[in-house]
């Protein structure tokens, strides 16, 4: 998977952005290092990277407004990597689009893992049909009896992986562990906040009832 993938590292802390470099050249990624946010959204634009590392300590923009702008134009992944490890930083940036989070100090080898797992989301499948919806899942597109819905990254990778298999009950420690990459806290709601949000998409649509929400346990695709 890693083979001509490539990732493009935003942090301003030169000791992590060589370190970082080095390893995932090492695993055998192509690596493009940006010091500063608005090299980094330049390189977005003329790069157009396979995934993106973004570090939320730069000098001159906040990662939540780097994550707004990449989504204007883009759905390459983002992977947040910041000293901060509060819940209430982790829903910002996931609503600002970001699509995973790992806290400093981090171990490489977690690093690559995530990196994997936003990857694999990318190249899975191509189309799917579960009854009015169709997922074109290369180019990232959802459409309802032939109308496009637009979705968040995250938004899109959890309908995804909802729809692996319809009728199956998804738990929710499934649902972080696979699309999130790590289990979240007890208290988060993050799984919930996204879950509304598709629901509220298709129903804007004309697509009511296709997410059913099992008490206690998780949540399916209905068959």
């Not at 993106?52 to 947040?80: H, N, Q, W």
């Not at 637009?150 to 992986?161: A, G, H, I, Q, T």
């Amino acid at each position: 998977m890693s083979q001509s993938k490539h990732i493009l590292i935003v942090e301003d802390d030169l000791d992590i952005s060589r370190l970082l470099t080095l390893e995932l050249e090492e695993a055998g990624f192509r690596v493009t290092a940006c010091e500063t946010g608005m090299r980094g959204l330049a390189a977005v634009r003329e790069l157009n990277p396979d995934l993106i590392v973004l570090d939320l300590g730069l000098p001159d923009l906040s990662g939540a407004e780097i994550a707004r702008r990449v989504r204007k134009t883009s759905s390459t992944p983002i992977i947040i990597l910041t000293a901060a490890d509060d819940v209430a930083t982790k829903v910002e940036m996931l609503n600002a689009g970001a699509d995973d989070y790992l806290a400093k100090p981090f171990h490489t080898e977690e690093l690559l893992a995530r990196i994997r797992v936003q990857l694999r989301h990318q190249n899975a499948g191509s189309a799917q049909t579960v009854g009015d919806m169709v997922i074109d899942i290369n180019r990232r597109q959802l459409y309802w009896d032939k109308q496009e819905i637009r979705l968040s990254p995250r938004e899109f990778d959890l309908l995804v992986y909802l729809c692996g298999s319809p009728g199956r009950v998804y738990t929710r420690q499934e649902i972080e562990q696979n699309v999130w990459g790590e289990e979240l806290p007890p208290s988060s709601n993050v799984v919930d906040v996204h879950i509304a949000n598709i629901r509220a998409k298709l129903r804007d649509a004309g697509g009511y009832g296709l997410i059913r929400t099992v008490r206690g346990i998780g949540y399916a695709i209905k068959s």
